[in-house]
């Protein structure tokens, strides 16, 4: 951490915060020049609120060194993990692509995605059971009923489920039910709810906030396994601008900046990103090509008559066809 | 809404378009000129879905007319709501002041501050016993035990409290003991903490998110009203955009939008939007002359010593003088 | 300017950058710690590239402690800066207001709106000679007969005026004709017309661009200053973001910022910002009580036909209004 | 144009607006629901100041429908557009990597790194001699001498030059010696500057601002080709947004948006996008994957001693294994 303090400090204002540093154990180095003076820390300085520094009134700026997330680093975690679940893995150059619908609609809709899904390649099922919609008056998604449609196509194909909770009153469900809990991008700092999954030491799938650092979603994952998961996916799927070409702007460079700060795997969700399934696969072949460790992608065998997202939907046709590329992309950059 | 067809489009392939409409009992009217064919409906269309007619290939775009939300709104509720909150009144012309510190810390510190700001003229004590913290490591609030302090505040001084609520763990606690529940940034789309808050019946002070748009702001407050209450104070705190000088950038227009879109009083929180206590209080004296219906304003005893946000964290007496200010603000703006 | 090094660096790696600083005349100090190590400099700094210290490996990261701008900025200039434009005063507690109609569009018109705001109290008359336009195909402006209506309009009324450049084709014209050259949002770093505009010496305002920050627009300020000028009016019109309820956000807060990072004086233009006439009153009024130095005001007598932007031009009458609040607020402001 | 009316309009309110439209030769249609009352129009209303009609009150808002570029848009030219420049192809097919330095320096390294990027098939040489720089302290390019470099360059290796245009200035040495002139990013609404290089009918390569949209993108590029060029590039190269791990943020989803809504060629710089060298390749691939007609890449023999800009330059070495995957990318996609 590093002090900047204002010009013309006089001696006695900055011995409080000596002092202070002095209580919490730590060595500071003073750097002074013509124009400025700092206070220098190299130390663990994770003990001291930066808030009650900045309150000193010589204090011009406070500049902070180290990444404050330590378990979702790479710092003292340097090797890529590699998560196997339900068999099937993600991470450290394993790839793996989710797909079905936005939401669960009956028991013939996503035994006949899971299984069309699973035959182009897919790994994991996806599926909304309960779903935040911005009007109240909207669909909600079937709740317990779909989930459990979901636990009779993984039946049925094997695939390993990715679902999201949405509050804590299912808790237990989800913990029974799904392989993958899916935190969605509206309650990304949902501190409660974050702290609350990871107690339950499953796999998650946690979106970036729509206005979310990449910092901020390494804290939230940090909340995750500090709460006791440590298995935890980070998925891009779009974050807000002035552009409305597209519905949000999918950061393709979150992918090498999350591969080069932390050791989870990057996934790419580039359906809700962009909005319309047209700009799907340009996309989903981006994501790939930039180094993502999977693809979480929106499949319905029938997307006019989708209760959500149809407009975002491929058919599986499409879907197909963005899996055989995919799968060259990955050739394609994977000697140098 | 209107739908406007891609260039091209047969004839039929509008007529399924046609024949949905026509089952959801919607009367369409056709616009065709050289260039532009558009089909446009002027009734009531909230039970089709903006997704499945974007699904149609010959569509190229949708525009909506009406705007989603409808208890919010002044369409239907043309006067400005009042709110009688334990005495305090606060809309259609009643001023309210919110003022305390960001997180209770002991019955002396809550007692102190909430007197402080009392004889100063704030109407109602704010204060964190819950705070959502971005770390996971960071002091997260006394819990319990800080709404106690607060109510204990309550009863010497009179004023009623807002509080923040982060999870339907403790929904019967606020019930009880808060008069204004409040729902944070962060917390502005967990749309099942909107419907469970809602339920309670009580009022509530819904913060803006980071990156909601107004529209959203207000879909939110749907939400709760939906769910029960009457009472929605909507509180502008700061959006994300590129700038780094502030916190966040404070949406002072936010003020007059909101009061010609809505009926509810709209209180803004210089305090988190700046982040720096020396910029309080002139974005205070802004909100006030924007014609805001409240502050929500952070003041401690001893800001350098604060456990929580001390740096945004106004003394005393410099509330005092914003007091004064803002009182004036608003004669100045009375009279035409 | 502090240097962080990546962990694991080895010795003979760092040497190679202490020798550049070296080089430089610049000394250095090390801050090591169990988990960091930085180089910390505090001297001047402006002869170093950040980019080339980036390029040696063993840099993690660079911060940067000085301010880039100096003429512009208040470290060695604390006193607010007043200027004296034709007998207008502004800066430094002399408050400024700058009205009249987006384009000047024919003599009777701009005369016409001249008499009405001066009457009203303005103190500049602004109009637009030469237009910048999204579309090729829209009104650009009269020209320079525009640039004479306007010197028509000063002889008559003895009001300064401001009026946009676009480009350094008319600079003599300019430099003749206008009192205060205007630079627009779009040329913010057009920095060949920046530093020729400072070259002629001619007091200049200075909009902020829709996505610079204000370290950037203090930067242009800069390249004006470093061209020639010594007075520079810095003008926040409204920057970029994701809200659409109004064309752009009125970044209220730049005002506090401004005034603490420069001496420079600070105008509010809320007509740009929000787009709409009706939301201009309400954020004239933030400005003012927000500690601006003037406000920019569009004001045509006849919205509806203007050639150009009528729907966030006030009507004389309305502006009239505006005036009287803004002068009540200043005065309740003042006092402490 | 939809222009929807207030709620309560009186028919003597809506009877101007008839009015005007009938003077403008439009043909407008009403609809009329039970909530909502709408003015539709389809044919040409390119005539129609929005603006004007904003200005009725009791217009509540209007909504436009048709695009407004032509030259640049693919409505009427619905087949890609292929420039042969220098006998360098690029669009419809064609693949064309721009490559070269930040700012050319000397002749020993822009005759160097001109070789290095052919030997690796890069097919333009990009450079600049004039250098937009954010400090009016800062380096800016050796200006006539280095574009007298670059043709140098151009006479021993084939390659056609791309460099940066900055002001009307120079024009004529621009208009002979350069093969593609660059508009660069905080030019891209410098109006004048458009039309002046439109003028000259040559090509032209146009960087999208940092906070322009894609509509205004394509509406810059309306200026040139309205100006007389019929050879537009674009280019997208980042865009501003809250996130601060890159230096902006590369809006890779515009290139198949910009396919889908334009003709002309889409080049992406992951160089100036990213900020940081290592970032480069992925984000290079990715654009590749996603469908871009081009790359424009920063290479420098010596990164650590540029004059520009070296921290996100590759070396020659990087360049080459960058070439060889972007080629097997490209076939990867090309097949279905």
């Known amino acids: 951490m590093i002090v900047i303090l204002k010009r013309g400090t006089q001696e006695r204002e900055v011995e409080p ?3 202070m540093l002095e209580e919490c154990g730590i060595i500071a180095q003073e750097i002074t020049g013509e124009t400025t003076r700092m206070i220098g820390m190299a130390g663990d300085t994770s003990g001291i609120s930066e808030d009650s520094i900045l309150c000193f ?3 011009e700026r406070i500049m902070r060194v180290q990444e404050p997330y330590k378990l979702a680093g790479r710092k003292f975690h340097p090797e890529e993990s590699v998560f196997d679940i339900g068999g099937q893995k993600i991470g450290g150059g394993h790839f793996a692509v989710m797909a079905g619908p936005c939401s669960v609609e009956s028991e013939e809709q996503i035994l006949a995605i899971a299984a069309a899904v699973k035959d182009s390649g897919a790994s994991f099922l996806r599926g909304g ?3 935040p919609r911005t009007s109240p008056y909207a669909f909600k998604g079937l709740g ?3 989930l459990e449609l979901l636990v009779m196509a993984k039946r049925k194909t094997g695939m390993p489920i990715v679902t999201e909770i949405m509050s804590s009153e299912y808790l237990d469900a989800f913990a029974e039910l799904a392989d993958v809990i899916q935190i969605g991008a509206r309650n990304m700092q949902n501190f409660t709810l974050l702290s609350q999954v990871g107690a339950l030491k499953k796999p998650v799938l946690l979106k970036r906030g729509l206005s979310s650092t990449i910092e901020e979603l390494l804290m939230a994952a940090e909340y995750i396994m500090a709460g006791g998961s440590s298995e935890v996916i980070l998925c891009e799927r779009g974050i807000r601008t ?3 070409a597209t519905r949000n702007t999918l950061d393709v460079s979150a992918v090498p900046v999350l591969k080069a700060k932390s050791h989870l795997p990057v996934v790419i969700d580039p359906s809700h990103a962009t909005g319309y399934w047209y700009y799907v696969e340009p996309m989903a072949l981006a994501a790939t090509a930039a180094g993502a460790d999977g693809l ?3 499949v319905h065998n029938n997307p006019e008559l989708a209760l959500c997202d149809g ?3 491929v058919t599986p046709q499409v879907f197909h066809r963005i899996m055989n590329k995919v799968g060259r992309v990955r050739e ?3 000697s140098s």
């Open 17 to 19: 915060i000596y002092k």
């Open 57 to 59: 009134p010589c204090v």
């Open 129 to 131: 059971a309960f779903k």
């Open 144 to 146: 317990l009923e779909g």
């Open 242 to 244: 002035f552009e409305t």
């Open 296 to 298: 979480m992608l929106e």
């Open 311 to 313: 407009a975002q939907s």
């Open 332 to 334: 394609a950059i994977a």
